[in-house]
């Protein structure tokens, strides 16, 4: 009796140094792919262009600093070509669905109206 609880007692201990050393060789796999992977992102790194020089950065306009525009903006209607006409082609409609409007009062709501 004695010696079968000695066979489990050998056999659990292996099984625990085991897996002890399952985990640190995983561990070591591991730390190998990040040092590859870091060594090819630093070879990536070298083959890319360097940053561009101060002299090569974007400057302001000699105008200065481009500011916000607030405007007040309708719908352009688009042309009608009338009765049997041709179609419109692409070239010939606006550019934008809108354009700035001949009344630059910003709109206010009237009171008992929708919004109010």
Do not use: C, N, Y
Not at 35 to 44: D, H, N, P, Q, S
Not at 49 to 70: C, S
Not at 80 to 101: A, F, M, N, V, W
């Amino acid at each position: 009796m004695m010696i079968a609880e000695k066979e489990h007692m050998e056999l659990a201990v292996s099984g625990a140094a085991m897996g002890l050393v399952v985990a640190v060789a995983g561990g070591l796999v591991i730390v190998a792919l990040l040092v590859w992977a870091v060594r090819l992102g630093i070879k990536v790194r070298e083959r890319e262009p360097a940053p561009p020089l101060p002299e090569e950065q974007p400057q302001l306009p000699e105008t200065g600093a481009v500011r916000e525009v607030q405007e007040q903006r309708e719908p352009d209607e688009v042309p009608q070509t009338g009765d049997g006409g041709e179609r419109l082609k692409p070239h010939e409609i606006h550019q934008s669905g809108s354009k700035r409007s001949d009344s630059q009062d910003r709109p206010r709501w009237d009171a008992g109206s929708g919004g109010s």
